[in-house]
């Protein structure tokens, strides 16, 4: 079936740092790919997407490209702030079946990220 | 557009009792989805709607678990006979669908059964 695998955490890293998390996924077809962050007491936010095979979703300084030859969808950033501690999820769109597309989100566990000053 | 709502945002509840949580969409939104998280774990399917039809439920949803969306808008999720493994984040999304869909989450209801 469909999934998605993240780097287990946490993720502990000093201010300015360069950040990645890794996140690989499993899909018959072709998903469309999320990361999402969840700060503390709060629901999920969307943080990037990607639609199709080579594009490169980017946000606030996040990145993450969608390699197909790889399955692999890895976020990135190039100096990380202490507000960007939180918990990041890689999530995919189930794929289409046939003439229809569910659009439910697979997720993965999370990766908690904590930035010390 | 004030995004997506959910209330109550906390529910503290006794084994056996029931319990029931809404969701607001935004509004052009026509689908709806609700997701369960337990702590440490990513978000997963429990069902959708599109408009007022409910499409699909996942095997996680026990019969003691049934969801509405009457007029295609507000959504209620209803839990009988709550068990402590009930006990999670219950979020909702909503998107407009389509081959770019994307799900806009709303800050959850968290449930604790006793």
């Known amino acids: 079936g469909n999934s998605v695998t993240q780097m287990e955490g946490p993720v502990t890293l000093s201010e300015e740092a360069f950040l990645t998390i890794n996140c690989t996924y499993t899909a018959t077809g072709y998903p469309s790919l999320f990361w999402y962050v969840q700060y503390p007491g709060e629901g999920l936010q969307l943080l990037l997407k990607a639609t199709k095979a080579d594009d490169k979703g980017s946000n606030k300084g996040f990145e993450a490209t969608y390699r197909k030859e790889t399955t692999s969808f890895h976020l990135e950033k190039g100096s990380v702030q202490v507000s960007d501690s939180a918990v990041y999820f890689c999530?995919?769109?189930?794929?289409?079946?046939?003439?229809?597309?569910?659009?439910?989100?697979?997720f993965g566990q999370g990766t908690t990220l904590q930035v010390k000053p | 557009d004030t995004g997506v709502s959910q209330d109550p945002r906390h529910k503290i509840t006794k084994r056996g009792q029931n319990v029931t949580f809404r969701c607001d969409p935004i509004s052009e939104h026509n689908r709806l989805y609700w997701y369960r998280q337990t702590l440490g774990q990513g978000p997963e399917f429990l069902t959708y709607f599109q408009n007022e039809a409910q499409l699909e439920k996942s095997r996680l949803l026990s019969d003691r678990f049934s969801a509405e969306r009457p007029k295609g808008s507000f959504s209620t999720l209803e839990i009988q006979r709550t068990e402590q493994g009930d006990s999670a984040m219950y979020l909702c999304?909503?998107?407009?669908?389509?081959?770019?869909?994307?799900?806009?989450f709303g800050p959850g209801t968290r449930l604790l059964v006793l």
């Open positions: 999530a995919l769109s189930e794929p289409r079946r046939g003439s229809s597309n569910t659009g439910k989100l697979i």
């Open positions: 999304a909503s998107s407009i669908s389509g081959s770019r869909e994307t799900q806009y």
